[in-house]
């Protein structure tokens, strides 16, 4: 279940985080908020772009100006705690409005990165076009020729997506994480091409420094 934690910062003379205050590890840069500042915190939108708009909606410090660009009002502080993706067809603008806001305000806005997120850095690698898919399967108990048996897919890169995808626990069509094909949905949404190809590849690209925008 998504938190939106929201606290008011109290700071003393000597810069230290009054009882109602908040205060950033010291292993951290430091950053100090003025008396009158406010922080929010959401985390674990997983995807789901509605609930994400709604609390973008209750938020008292995040303004979603024209064309969904989200801003921070004046003394307004942002944290997200991580895990945007997997459970919903939002993950792709979900991601770019942080990102967004990040480079727009780049010191009162935090972005942590969640194991959600953090286990698709993986497909920068193992999905580069030099490598035969499944090339990571020594790191884990479920091989992926045991994925092609059970599945009756072929081997290739969209197999070898999937098959990556299984090993987050994302990809399971039994259970409510399909992110495969939320992220099918997604990329109609948007007006993207929608096949088992292009879905695979949006993976890879939304990773690749050098990849197309998907």
């Avoid at 406010?38 to 708009?53: K, P, Q």
């Avoid at 939002?90 to 010191?107: H, M, N, Q, W, Y």
């Avoid at 935090?110 to 850095?121: T, V």
Wanted: hydrophobic content about 30%.
């Amino acid at each position: 279940v998504g938190v939106s934690a929201i606290a008011d910062a109290g700071w003393n003379d000597e810069g230290q985080a009054s009882s109602s205050g908040v205060r950033v590890s010291d292993k951290a840069p430091r950053r100090t908020l003025a008396p009158g500042d406010r922080l929010e915190f959401i985390t674990d939108v997983e995807g789901n772009l509605r609930y994400f708009e709604l609390l973008v909606d209750r938020s008292e410090v995040l303004i979603c100006g024209r064309g969904g660009e989200l801003s921070l009002r004046d003394g307004g502080w942002f944290v997200f705690g991580g895990d945007v993706c997997d459970r919903g067809p939002g993950d792709i603008r979900i991601t770019k409005a942080l990102v967004s806001l990040k480079r727009r305000f780049p010191e009162r806005t935090i972005l942590l990165q969640g194991n959600r997120d953090a286990s698709k850095i993986r497909f920068g690698s193992e999905m580069d076009p030099s490598e035969e898919p499944g090339m990571g399967d020594q790191h884990f108990e479920y091989k992926y020729a045991a994925y092609l048996h059970g599945t009756g897919s072929e081997r290739g890169r969209v197999s070898g997506c999937r098959w990556m995808l299984s090993t987050m626990g994302c990809d399971s069509c039994g259970s409510r994480t399909n992110t495969f094909e939320s992220r099918r949905v997604e990329l109609q949404e948007l007006g993207h091409a929608s096949d088992d190809a292009s879905v695979a590849e949006s993976f890879y690209e939304a990773v690749n420094p050098h990849g197309a925008d998907p």
